[in-house]
């Protein structure tokens, strides 16, 4: 069992900055790949970013490419995710999530997920 709370969340300007946390309970987090995805109001739930166990892989969805880093501290039991040039297409509500095995970009794959942190970027 893995439980997870995510915080950062906030209102920025486009262009600007935010740092996600995602606090995980349990002894095992190290051994779970881990993703964030996002859902924006009347929309799907989409992939952001996944990162293996160890840190050592990590992908993104092509829309953040570039803007968006995901890195993990397993000795601390959180996942990251630096989000910088913010644009107002970011607005969404930002998940994180846990999976078995290796990183997925599909959120079905996943078994465990935190609650959310709202992310509003302005124009």
């Known amino acids: 069992q893995v439980q997870l709370v995510e915080s950062g969340g906030g209102l920025v300007q486009a262009g600007g900055s935010l740092r996600l946390s995602c606090a995980a309970s349990?002894?095992?987090?190290?051994?779970?790949?881990m993703g964030w995805f996002r859902q924006a109001p009347g929309k799907e739930r989409e992939f952001v970013a996944t990162?293996?166990?160890?840190?050592?892989?990590?992908y993104y969805a092509d829309s953040v490419k570039g803007r968006f880093t995901i890195s993990r501290d397993n000795a601390k039991n959180t996942l990251y995710l630096q989000m910088n040039s913010l644009k107002p297409e970011d607005t969404a509500v930002y998940y994180c999530a846990a999976r078995p095995y290796s990183t997925g970009r599909q959120s079905h794959e996943y078994d465990y997920w935190g609650q959310g942190t709202q992310v509003t970027v302005s124009s």
């Open positions: 349990g002894r095992t987090f190290s051994t779970y790949p």
């Open positions: 990162i293996s166990w160890s840190g050592g892989n990590t």
